[in-house]
């Protein structure tokens, strides 16, 4: 997808950039967010992306890289580098202006070293530092953390989807979290059906987390 759109899942945001700060409260972390209009969430925390963060494992020091997928302005992949500085953190948007966020609240947030790369939808990578251009397609993920954009429609979530869990090594997981209306049940049934084994982790106001392993 290129070219301005006023979608959060295009390239380039057409809408003029109006930045906000917001705050992220969780057990262990209080971090705060740039924001920007023509980004996911750009007002609150998703409460789909805090159930994550609050229910999913936390990233442990032997994973050598962990992946944020559709990391908007960053509230997962900052979480991701603050619980497991040891972990190289990609954090990967189709939207130039979210990837940019995450950099800026990287820095904001003591954990300045995250990869954060603009990708398309077949997961090439297409702008970011000329380290991660070159390393990002070699890399593979033993943990994957995503708030997936589901309004992206089913074939694009499909491909994505297999783009990107592919990426994990072979005892590599993924954790999802997916709106029950918006399709979650009948996704996890398609990912085990392509031999992700998938369960429920839990499910709570519409949302349920998803746990994936690599095929
Ligand atoms: C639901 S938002 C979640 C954003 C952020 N992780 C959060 O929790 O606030 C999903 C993100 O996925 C991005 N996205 C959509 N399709 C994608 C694709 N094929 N590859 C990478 N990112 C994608 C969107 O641009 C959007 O920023």
Same mark, same amino acid.
């Given at each position: ?76 992949a ?10 190289s953190v990609w954090a990967v948007d189709?939207?130039e202006?979210?990837v940019a966020?995450t950099a800026k609240?990287g820095v904001?947030?003591?954990?300045p070293d995250i990869h954060a790369v603009v990708v ?5 990578a297409i702008d970011g530092t000329p380290e991660d251009l070159a390393a990002l397609p070699?890399t ?25 869990? %592919?990426?994990? &090594?072979?005892? +590599?997981? !993924?954790?999802?979290? =997916?709106?029950?209306?918006? *399709?979650?049940?009948? #996704?996890? %049934?398609?990912? &085990?059906?392509? +031999?992700? !084994?998938?369960?429920? =982790?839990?499910?709570?106001? *519409?949302?349920?987390? #998803? ?5």
């Amino acid at each position: 997808m290129s070219g301005p759109s006023s979608q959060y899942f295009s390239r380039a945001p057409a809408v003029d950039s109006a930045e906000q700060e917001i705050q992220l409260s969780l057990a262990d972390l209080e971090l705060q967010f740039t924001t920007d209009r023509g980004v996911f969430s750009q007002s609150r925390i998703d409460a789909g992306t805090r159930l994550l963060l609050q229910e999913a494992p936390h990233p442990t020091a032997s994973m050598a890289n962990v992946c944020d997928l559709g990391c908007g302005y960053g509230p997962i992949a900052v979480s991701l580098a603050r619980r497991s500085p040891a972990s190289s953190v990609w954090a990967v948007d189709l939207n130039e202006r979210a990837v940019a966020l995450t950099a800026k609240n990287g820095v904001a947030n003591d954990c300045p070293d995250i990869h954060a790369v603009v990708v398309d939808s077949d997961g090439s990578a297409i702008d970011g530092t000329p380290e991660d251009l070159a390393a990002l397609p070699t890399t593979q993920f033993d943990g994957l953390w995503s708030n997936p954009s589901i309004r992206i429609g089913k074939p694009a979530m499909h491909h994505m989807l297999t783009v990107w869990l %592919d990426r994990l &090594t072979p005892s +590599g997981m !993924a954790w999802l979290v =997916v709106q029950r209306h918006l *399709g979650a049940d009948s #996704l996890a %049934d398609w990912m &085990t059906a392509q +031999g992700w !084994a998938t369960t429920r =982790v839990c499910s709570r106001a *519409g949302y349920r987390l #998803l746990e994936v392993k690599a095929r």
